[in-house]
Nanobody, 118 residues
Framework: QVQLVESGGGLVQPGGSLRLSCVAS????????MTWYRQAPGKERELVAS????????NYANSVKGRFTISRDNAKNTVYLQMNTLKPEDTAVYYC???????????WGQGTQVTVSS
């Protein structure tokens, strides 16, 4: 059974930091490119950051460049999203997504809520 389980969300004040984690099981994690998405209330789901299976290439939404960092540890089957200088507009449910490279095989996590508010 494939599972992507996110953790690390919560309530944080503007300017604060959080680190999200997504632990994968049931897949060969090192064969999957990983992406963090987010969805705010009333808005479409948007890509936040992505990382290739070997960590060679990362991409970020313009809105988070310089503030967020995606990384992964293939030995721990885990992808991370370090979020710094958080803003109220970063409030959303954050989802982990994994897609096997050069394949349509893909999986979603259940999401973790991030709320940035004073």
């Amino acid at each position: 059974q494939v599972q992507l389980v996110e953790s690390g969300g919560g309530l944080v004040q503007p300017g604060g930091s959080l680190r999200l984690s997504c632990v994968a099981s049931g897949i060969v994690f090192s064969s999957f490119d990983m992406t963090w998405y987010r969805q705010a209330p009333g808005k479409e789901r948007e890509l936040v950051a992505s990382i290739t299976r070997n960590s060679v290439v990362t991409n970020y939404a313009n809105s988070v460049k310089g503030r967020f960092t995606i990384s992964r540890d293939n030995a721990k089957n885990t992808v991370y999203l370090q979020m710094n200088t958080l803003k109220p507009e970063d409030t959303a449910v954050y989802y982990c997504y994994g897609r096997r490279t050069w394949s349509s095989e893909a999986y979603w996590g259940q999401g973790t809520q991030v709320t940035v508010s004073s």
